[in-house]
């Protein structure tokens, strides 16, 4: 484990006997801010003499940066921190939890002490273990009156803004010349209770931009804990589009392709078509490598992701993907079932599951397998072209050592929905707050997101239905 110089705020560096353990392989990158705030935590006085307290804390930070979250369990943090037995129970030994709540207090006493000026915050939320971390919102410092001391008092008027002090200080001379006194009471300045009017709102507008400034950190921590279970450094990330050619073809054939077809190419050779002169051309359409424009633009936007990590990131063609990248690598998988087969693995683990009908007169589109009262069995853009709809779902990999996820419409507007609704982290935070586990990592969930379609393109994504769990009896 790679230490840092002290500051000047800090005491003496601590050296943590966790340092075999977690040097083991290569160090963490000395210069994360991360991995500095929390050595400077670990050296200060809030947490006193305690060697276990920055044990606990170095160690799950490491394991953070190094987005091995899915070691950061109590039973995990009780052997390595605690020296507990490799089979102890943590429900008869409740040392972590324990431990757990001195650290969270200690951490918050940190920060309003030897830690006010820390550009960055570090918290770790009740109910798991995983660290959390947001920069510090730039507000202006507060007075004891619990006003920002930004803000000045012109003698014989209230607390203003600087931005209309100075106006302030031109219009007051002339509002008091018509101040009164009302009989048998105490004199009423108007020019001071306009001043008093201006503090108060402006203190209430710090408090709101404060809280606003909050809740993006918060909601920005969540969607990196979510990209961060997709893209990690042990594994290979593959985004796979939608083969769009395969969808012509099969439209053409009226004719499904399954997955065994799929990956064997027979297809394209073995498939008969009677009486029909176009059969080749038609056939050949399944080999080419045609994709949506909406496809190319969702994984543009992922390479663009903080949390990415570019060297495991595989942009794979459909009919290139093979069985084993889903079992040993995490996956994003885009389009329905008719242009991704490889869907088709994952069809017990979905609640809402596509299904396209060639008959024109009976709906497609995804099936509410338990639904329930008050919704529909079925979300379809039939009878209504101004609809359409897509779903995330978020499952795990074929050997449940890693994630998948699935994007996919009933059309590209409906992808495009679904994509654009999975990029924004205020529009995810509900869900990903409800799959949260007390590890700190995410269950699978699913969402249906519906949204208007104008010319081929969405608007207004929204959540229509929400699962979070998988589907009964899996």
């Given amino acids: 484990m790679q230490t840092l110089e002290p500051s000047p705020k800090a005491e003496p560096v601590f050296l943590s006997r966790l340092d075999g353990v977690l040097g083991a392989e290569l160090p963490v990158d000395a210069e994360d801010r991360r991995w500095q705030l929390a050595m400077r935590i670990a050296a200060s006085g809030s947490l006193g003499r305690s060697g276990l307290l920055s044990d606990f804390l170095l160690y799950i930070v490491d394991r953070c940066i190094r987005g091995r979250t899915e070691e950061i369990t109590e039973q995990q943090i009780g052997v390595i921190v605690f020296g507990r037995a490799e089979n102890y129970d943590p429900n008869d030994d409740n040392i972590v939890r324990s431990y757990a709540r001195k650290l969270r207090k200690r951490i918050e006493g940190y920060f309003t002490t030897e830690g006010r000026e820390e550009p960055l915050r570090l918290e770790i939320p009740r109910g798991g273990y995983t660290p959390i971390f947001s920069d510090t919102p730039q507000v202006l410092p507060e007075t004891d009156d619990g006003i920002a001391s930004g803000v000045t008092e012109p003698q014989g008027s209230g607390v203003s803004h600087p931005a209309v002090s100075e106006r302030l200080e031109v219009i007051s001379p002339v509002i008091q010349d018509f101040s009164y006194r009302a009989p048998g009471h105490f004199r009423i300045i108007p020019g001071t209770v306009l001043a008093?009017?201006?503090?108060?709102?402006?203190?209430?507008?710090?408090?709101?931009?404060?809280?606003?400034?909050?809740?993006?950190?918060?909601?920005?921590?969540?969607?990196?804990?979510?990209?961060?279970?997709?893209?990690?450094?042990?594994?290979?990330?593959?985004?796979?589009?939608?083969?769009?050619?395969?969808?012509?073809?099969?439209?053409?054939?009226?004719?499904?392709?399954?997955?065994?077809?799929?990956?064997?190419?027979?297809?394209?050779?073995?498939?008969?078509?009677?009486?029909?002169?176009?059969?080749?051309?038609?056939?050949?359409?399944?080999?080419?490598?045609?994709?949506?424009?909406?496809?190319?633009?969702?994984?543009?936007?992922?390479?663009?992701?903080k949390d990415l990590v570019p060297e495991r990131m595989m942009?794979?063609?459909?009919?290139?993907?093979?069985?084993?990248?889903?079992?040993?690598?995490?996956?994003?998988?885009?389009?329905?079932?008719?242009?991704?087969?490889?869907?088709?693995?994952?069809?017990?683990?979905?609640?809402?599951?596509?299904?396209?009908?060639?008959?024109?007169?009976?709906?497609?589109?995804?099936?509410?397998?338990?639904?329930?009262?008050?919704?529909?069995?079925?979300?379809?853009?039939?009878?209504?072209?101004?609809?359409?709809?897509g779903i995330i779902a978020y499952l795990p990999n074929l050997s449940e050592t890693g994630h998948v996820l699935i994007v996919a419409g009933l059309n590209a507007a409906g992808t495009e929905a679904a994509t654009a609704f999975l990029l924004n982290p205020k529009s995810m935070m509900p869900t990903l707050l409800q799959a949260r586990t007390a590890q700190g990592n995410l269950q699978p969930f699913e969402l249906l997101v519906g949204a208007g379609n104008v010319a081929t393109n969405a608007s207004t994504p929204h959540v229509v239905l929400e699962r979070i769990g998988p589907p009964p009896g899996h």
């Fill in 196 to 305: 008093l009017l201006i503090g108060v709102l402006l203190g209430v507008g710090i408090m709101l931009l404060k809280h606003s400034r909050l809740m993006e950190s918060r909601q920005e921590a969540l969607s990196r804990i979510f990209w961060r279970q997709l893209f990690s450094r042990d594994r290979d990330t593959f985004v796979v589009p939608s083969d769009d050619g395969l969808v012509i073809m099969q439209r053409l054939l009226e004719r499904p392709v399954p997955l065994t077809e799929y990956i064997n190419g027979s297809y394209r050779t073995t498939v008969k078509i009677d009486d029909n002169p176009d059969a080749k051309d038609i056939l050949k359409l399944g080999g080419r490598r045609f994709t949506s424009v909406v496809d190319l633009d969702f994984a543009a936007r992922l390479a663009q992701l």
């Fill in 315 to 389: 942009i794979r063609y459909a009919h290139d993907l093979r069985m084993d990248d889903l079992r040993t690598g995490n996956a994003i998988l885009i389009g329905s079932d008719e242009s991704n087969p490889w869907l088709e693995l994952f069809r017990p683990q979905l609640h809402f599951r596509f299904r396209f009908d060639p008959d024109p007169d009976k709906p497609s589109g995804f099936v509410n397998l338990y639904p329930r009262p008050g919704e529909a069995t079925i979300y379809t853009t039939k009878g209504q072209q101004d609809q359409t709809y």
